[in-house]
């Protein structure tokens, strides 16, 4: 899933360690969700949003599927 984790995490110039322990997960965590090898669960996806004021379709958009059947 497409997102803008990184970016939310550099303007506020937070290494994914410190993102990581804001939201009680592992720094490799943080990593996969960012380079979209990941998806949050939904909880974990609230969390984010909330930490960051955002709504979750702010920060994640799905990957639009191709349709071609």
Partial sequence: MKNILKILRAERDWSQADLAEKLG???????????????????????IAELFEKKIEEIFVPEQ???SH
Avoid: C, G, H
């Avoid at 943080?30 to 969390?47: G, H, Q, T």
């Fill in 25 to 47: 997960v592992s720094r490799q965590t943080v990593n996969a969700i960012e380079n979209e090898k990941y998806d949050p669960s939904l909880p974990l996806a609230f969390k």
């Fill in 65 to 67: 599927k191709n349709n």
